[in-house]
């Protein structure tokens, strides 16, 4: 029988035995364990100790960060005179996130707050000029951002000229100069002595908070208590790295976000049905796919400002009436989005774009709030670098949001044109943009050429990143249960995949859709176990029972009425006979 070939290239971790040995017998953990942690660099037996038990204590000083105490001094100055504090935040979960820490933990201190994050079609992305006026208005002394403003150079002087004082934290790339703000507390600031730069807005926002939590005497614990919850759902939903300070945020905020007293994210999580089993946690999962999505919807085609209501809501009944408004504008958003996708996937193909180093496809009718979930499903389905973009055809302009593959870095990739672009910028691996609308073709053409110069032929293939290959009898419900202490998985720490050689689909049983069968494997002489398919149900059917194959798989603990059961779930086979790509 000819054997179904692989989806995708598999980029196989080489095994550091010598270190893995010496993990497991100072840590006291699986051989399992021990060899997913070297293979991702902790090959120090202390600096696994600290990767697997991480504690608040690791989290840096605050006082690090650039223009701290001018910051501080900014705030609790305006605290002292009663003055009122404008916070601005942004209309995505981190901005939110962000904005929520600063309300809260402003008011608590005694300061005079009002809090505004913006409306995606009224004001767009960052600071409008009305926010500015807005805050002048309101007689705001001190204006106070949080994940934005560090490109907003025109707004801060606008805010300065009103008679306020600035202060910007941000975590977003930094352009040619620094806004002309009294304080700018950013971590990727070329001057900064910040031990880690990858914190997102809710981040710096915590970190800035604690700090002014110490200086003022009070219990920096307690502190941290009350507020990583929301500080992890900015992280996780902003997509940072869940390394280092970040892991610290996420790890704990997830435990403090399964037992959060908060009415209006009690009231999320009910409205979302996550049901949690006796003493388990919250998982970076629930964030990323369930609550995350949910608060970024009302950004995305309604009001921010609704998600920001519920996070400072502490009425039970307010709050579950705006996490069910909430979850109306979600089911609203899957639908849209849909359609979206389905249309931009049609005008790809029909314009031969996918063979394109770069995709930009645009339309009037796509809401701009959810055409960067569509520029991310494309690069799924085409690997390329895409832009999806919204036209309006009354100013001529078109506006819209990147994602990308390694190896493009869309912020440095607009940055390369300034011509071009009227606007833009953001992260390596997602951006927004703009640029007139009769430029469209000379932008294509800017951004194919530039990929052209920045990416080989190999990195516009599918890959998957393996950890490590492995035998059966190291995949043992002990050690499965022990991957745990490498929680939360993410960005930079993703759950752990794995190879096994020379598998035997023992039995391929159908389930109710052809696209997901149930397995039996087995590897050489070793016990049977229990496995299942997603997705890849007629490629494992036709490979027919009985084949020998190379197995790219997860291994989980199935939990089903009270029994327990080891199962591999399976995410891509292979013929023995193929070479794969091993790091």
Known sequence: MTMTQVASRWVIGARDHDAERRLQEELKIPSL???VLAQRGYTDPELAREFINPTLDGLHDPSLLPDYQKAVDAILGARERKERIFVHGDYDVDGVTSAAIFGRFLEKIGCDVHVHVPHRMREGYGIHASAVEAAKAQGAKLFLTCDCGVAAHEQVDQANAAGMTVVVTDHHSIGRELPNAAAVVNPHRE?????????CGAGVVLKLCAGITR????????FYRAFLDLAALGTIADVMPLIGENRIIAKFGLERLTETKKAGLRALINEAKIVLDPGKSLRAYHVGFVLGPRLNAAGRIDD?????????????????SLAAEIEAVNTSRREQQQQIIDEAVEMVIAKGDQERNVIIVGNPGWHSGIVGIVAGRLVEQFRRPTFVMTFDTETGVAKGSARTIPNFHLANAIRAYPDLFLSGGGHAMA??????????????????????????????????????EVSSNEISMASVEALALLEPFGCENPEPVFVARNVSLAQVLPTKSPAHVRLVLRQGEGLAVQGIAFGIGERVTESGAGSVVDLLFQPNVDEWRGNRTLKWQVKDFASTSETLFTA
């Open 33 to 35: 364990v021990a060899a």
């Open 191 to 199: 001057d900064s002595q910040y031990p880690f730069t990858e914190l």
């Open 215 to 222: 200086d003022l005497g009070m219990p920096v614990d307690k």
């Open 304 to 320: 921010a400002a609704m998600s920001l209501q519920l996070l400072l809501e502490n009425d039970p009944i307010k709050a579950a």
């Open 431 to 468: 951006a927004g943009c703009s640029f007139e609308l009769d430029r469209f073709q000379e932008v294509s053409d800017a951004l194919h050429n530039y990929a052209g110069l920045h990416l080989t032929p190999e990195d516009f293939l599918p890959s998957q990143r393996v950890d490590m």
